[in-house]
Nanobody, 120 residues
Framework: QVQLVESGGGLVQTGESLRLSCRASGISFSRYGAAWYRQAPGKQREWVVSLAVGGATNYADSVRGRFAISRDSAKNTVYLQMNSLNPSDTAVYYC??????????????WGQGTQVTVSS
């Protein structure tokens, strides 16, 4: 059984930082890579960042230079370091792992999501 468990969300003020974690069981981030998505209230889920098996990263324009994805293979955990947060970053953040499926390039498995709220 595959599980992705996120943690680290919370309420912060503009300019502050948070680090999200996603621990996987049943799949390996080292084998499949990972991604983070987010969904703001009233909006569609949007891709934030991807981490390939080889370590290459790709970021959405809205977060490039502020967010950083990393992986701890020993812990089978990926992290999303989020700096210089602003209210537009407020969303539920989802970890995405496993094999890529379909035309959207999203992966097969999703975490339950963790809420990030940035106050002005």
């Amino acid at each position: 059984q595959v599980q992705l468990v996120e943690s680290g969300g919370g309420l912060v003020q503009t300019g502050e930082s948070l680090r999200l974690s996603c621990r996987a069981s049943g799949i390996s981030f080292s084998r499949y890579g990972a991604a983070w998505y987010r969904q703001a209230p009233g909006k569609q889920r949007e891709w934030v960042v991807s981490l390939a098996v080889g370590g290459a990263t790709n970021y959405a324009d809205s977060v490039r230079g502020r967010f950083a994805i990393s992986r701890d293979s020993a812990k089978n955990t990926v992290y999303l370091q989020m700096n210089s947060l602003n209210p537009s970053d407020t969303a539920v953040y989802y970890c995405n792992g496993g094999p890529v499926e379909g035309a959207s390039d999203s992966r097969k498995y999703w975490g339950q999501g963790t809420q990030v709220t940035v106050s002005s």
